[in-house]
Every structure is written in structure tokens, then in C-alpha cells.
């Protein structure tokens, strides 16, 4: 069983529970289970075999034991009986975002639906929006939640933050191989994009059969698919699917460029390289007059080769790289090691699981030179958000930590709520206390174009907020972005220097690339932040870092490449103008 099934379970156990009013301690630790679940790198059923479920954040003894029941037989005995307590399809409908508990009874009991489809039938008909408390206008949105569902299924794509960590075990596992050299990701994983179909690795060996038997004998593998001299393809039993690809040393470059793309990139380089007399391939370029291949053991041999200068891989999509790189106008894209502070930290406060000092070293141990403590505001109930009483009490406290840790400084902050009406959800005069105020939209998501841009514009032209923190929402083949008009958030954001969030948790990586190029074009500054809740938090900088890389930002764009006096100063300019 995969973890994805798994969390899935513990997640509906939370859901069911709740419907049922259960102690809501027991109900957050099923849903806090299943997020410590999302952020593993590894497989649990590997954690069960080693027997160290427990090393898990938010794994106690009972959780324990069903994970070890659903991991060594397949289902779970407290789960059936308690999906017998209710009418079928709840959980079903409870996959749609937008559907809780107690409105997936409703459609179960009152319309006698069962299925996706039969829910999606009777918004057409008319019959949900005639419910009490439904409407028109939450029909609507169940209808495009629906449409959403039904292409994240048809696409059969994977997350980023799911594909990269088992892609880097593999090659940890491959490079114990004797004579095996050069492995790394490829495709669209390499290129760093939000999701991808499927895990390409690249290599050479001095022996590639052997190796690729025993790529395709490892046992997190389910199925082989092909098993050849220089190529194996498996299906993982978490049902991903993994291509290995071998060749000879002198021909990587080459092979590396080919694999990577995307196809339009490679469509284009090819198109111009025949112009030139020239014939590209994984295995190297020949020359068209005289058939003669040349092969390369780096890409920048490849590209240099065709009067290129290096194109990164992040933007290899096919729009104007290869002019630039015959310009020799790429800049510098920014890197992992620029990045010197954190603008978005929770602590044990609110949501958090560690606490101020905690976090601090945590930080500090990642190579950071300063965090921001935003914990929520109290809009959010759920999140244990601070009131202004606990916020001044929390600024002490920020203030006493940094007397006692050296090598680090830690910025007074806070995550507010944006309200439904575009207010903040707490008083001006309480944020100008802090050094940083984020603001973020975590109610209303499917609220109309208009109105929820305007939320986020009015938030935006608010002297008292800094950044704006993940404003479309999504969270990544599980929730479609809001519906925001985002070149009217931009252009506001530019026109009062308020600076946009890059939400490097895997699940988010919010803005979008996309976005982000359009930010830098605009001449908004942009920072790039983990919305770190625990301490190996931190680990995740580097999705958020490749946003940016995708987004052709160099290192001047991003804030949080500044020093820390630099960071402040920064902000005081920014208010004053």
C-alpha cells in the first residue's frame, strides 16, 4: 500500500471522526499523521519493515499500529467498521475540494448520490443548487472542483516534491555500483517542474547491463517493463515509473541534453543545427557533409559546440533561451547558495511544531543568516493564530532568543489573514510593530475573479504588509488555484514595492514559474520562502529556488539574497515610497 493510500485513510479516519463529534485532539492527530506522512522521502512500508514508524512527527502507538495493518495486509479493520457508520460515497465525495464531511452526508442522504459522476449529474440538473445552504454559486464551484479532479486523473502526472526524493534514493542505491558514474535526473523532473509524468536517471557505467539488472532486481519494484543492455524501465510499488538509461562515458553529454527537453527545446535545436550542418542525437553531433560524430561528456561541450552559450535546463521549454544563448545574453540564474534568510517560519505558537529557538538553529544549521517568525493571525482558528496579546508576548520572547543564539538573527513577523472583505485581521498599528508582515488568503479560495483579486490588490496596496504569501492558493494536483486576475495583483504589487512569495513547499511552489517571470519583468520583488512548520523544513528551499531559476530571476530579483541590514533597509525604502 502506498503512502499516498495511506494518508488518504488516516485522512478520511480524521474526516469521519469529525462528522461523528470525536475529541477533536484525536481528529487533528489523524490529519497531523497524514501531513508528517506527505513530507517523507521514503516509502512506509520501508519505516515498517525497519520498524521506526515512530520517528515520524505526529506517529504515536495507535497510529502505529494501523499504519503496520494497512502496510502488511492491504486494509484496516477500524476503518471499514467505521465507513460502515455512514452512507456509501462519503469519502468518495469527500476527494472533491470543497466537500467536507458533513457536506458529503448531505449529498449522500439527500440526493442518494454515491459517485463523482452522479454528483457532477445532479449539479447539471439543478438538484444540488436547490439544496439548503447550497446555491447556484457553490454548485458552480463543486462542478469546477469536479472538472479539476477528473483532468488531475486523466493527466496520471506525479508532484515534484513525490517524484525528486525517489528519484535521489535510486541514484543513491545505483551509485554503489562499481564503474557506474555521471547519474542524474532528466526530463522534466531535471527541468525542475511542478509535476512530472514519469522519473528519468541518466548514466554511465563501464558495465550498463549488469547495472540495469540490478536497477530492475531492487525490491521497491513492482514490474519491469523493459530490461536491455543500456535501458530498464520498472513501475515502482508506489505506482510510479522510472526509466534507466546507460551509456558509454564519452557520450553523457549529449545523452543528458537529449533526455532533458523538453521536446520543444530539442525541436528547435535540432531545426537550427540542420541549418548549420549539423545533425543532433543522444549520442552525439554529426556533420552532415561528412558523417562524422562527435561525442561530448558535458552539455556545455554539446551547446558550445553549436555556438552556444550554456542554457540551463530549467529554461529549456522552447521560447527564447536558444536566441539568447546565441546572444550570449543569459544571465546568472539564481542558485540554492544565494538564498541567506527565511520571511516565512512558524513556530510551536500557532501551527508549528518546534519552537523559536528551535526553529532558529534549525535555520541556522540549513547555512540561513536570518528568519522571520510569522505565525497565523487568530482568523485562523485551526492554526492556533496569535491574538494581539500573544503577538506582543511573542515579540518579547523573539527578542530574548536573539540575546541568546549567536550566528543568527531572528526577524519579529507575522502571517496575516486576508479577510473576505480585503481587511487584515489585525489592527495597522499592532503590524507596524513587527519587522515583517506576510498576508495570505486562506478562506473564500473560490471566491469570483473579481472579488478575490481585489481582496489580494487591497492587501497589496496596504502600507503595513511586505509580501504577499502563496496568492493563488493551489496546492498541486490536489486544489486548483483561486481564479485571480494575477497581472492586476502584479501591477499593484509593483506599483506599491510589495514583494510576492515563492512558497517553496513542494506541495504549493506558489506563485508559478510563469508568474514569476512576469513578476521580474514588472520589476517586483520577489522572496523565496519554505513556510517552514518543523525543522527539516528548511530542506525544501531548493523547489522554490528552481521556481525562480524557471522564472529566469537572478539573484538580484529575490530578497532574501539580501544580508539582513540590507533586508531592513530594503523594507524601510519600501514603506517610505
Known sequence: MTNAEIIRILNDIADLLEIKGENVFKIRAYHKAAHSIELL???????????????????????????????????????????????????????IPGIGPKKAVKLCRELNIKTVAELEAAIKEGKVADLERMGEKSARNLLRQIESLQKKKSNQRIALGVAKPVAE???????????????????????????????????TADDPESVIRFFTAQPTVREITACGPTKGSVILNSGLKVDLRLVDHESFGSLLQHFTGSQNHNVKLRER??????SLSEYGITDSNTGKMEKFLTEEAFYARQGLQYIPPEIRE?????????????????????????????????????????????????????????????????????DADRLRAQIAEVKAVNKRIEGIRIFTGMEVDIMADGSLDMPDEILNELDIVIAAVHSSLSQEKEKITMRLVKAA???????????????????????????????????HNTIVEINSMPDRLDLNDTNVFRARELGVMIAINTDAHRPDHFDVMPYGVGVARRGWCEAKDILNTKTADELLGFLSRRVAK
Open 169 to 203: 534514493a535510486l541514484i543513491d542505491i545505483l551509485r554503489t555500483r562499481p564503474g557506474v558514474r555521471n547519474l542524474t535526473t532528466a526530463g522534466s523532473l531535471r527541468r525542475l517542474r511542478d509535476t512530472v509524468g514519469d522519473i528519468d536517471i541518466i548514466g
Open 41 to 95: 522521502p521514503q516509502q512506509l512500508d520501508q519505516l515498517v519493515r525497519e520498524e521506526r514508524l515512530r520517528e515520524v512527527p505526529g506517529i504515536g502507538e495507535a497510529i502505529e499500529k494501523k499504519i503496520t495493518e494497512l502496510v502488511t495486509t492491504g486494509h484496516l479493520v477500524y476503518y471499514e467498521n467505521l465507513l460502515a457508520e455512514f452512507p456509501e460515497g462519503v469519502c468518495t465525495l469527500m476527494e
Open 273 to 278: 543545427a540542420r541549418r548549420l550542418g549539423l
Open 461 to 495: 496596496s496596504n502600507p503595513a504588509v511586505d509580501i504577499i504569501a502563496h496568492p493563488t492558493g493551489r496546492l498541486i494536483l490536489e486544489r486548483e488555484p483561486s481564479e485571480i486576475d494575477m497581472e492586476m495583483l502584479l501591477n499593484a504589487a509593483a506599483a
Open 318 to 386: 522552447g521560447g527564447f533561451e536558444i536566441i539568447r544563448a546565441e546572444e550570449g545574453t543569459i544571465s546568472r540564474l539564481i542558485e540554492p547558495s544565494d538564498i541567506r534568510g527565511d520571511l516565512h517560519v512558524h513556530t510551536d505558537w500557532s501551527d508549528g511544531k518546534a519552537s523559536i529557538e528551535e526553529m532558529a538553529l534549525a535555520a541556522k544549521a540549513a547555512g540561513r543568516e536570518y528568519i522571520a517568525i510569522t505565525d497565523h493571525s487568530h482568523a485562523r482558528g485551526v492554526a492556533r493564530g496569535l
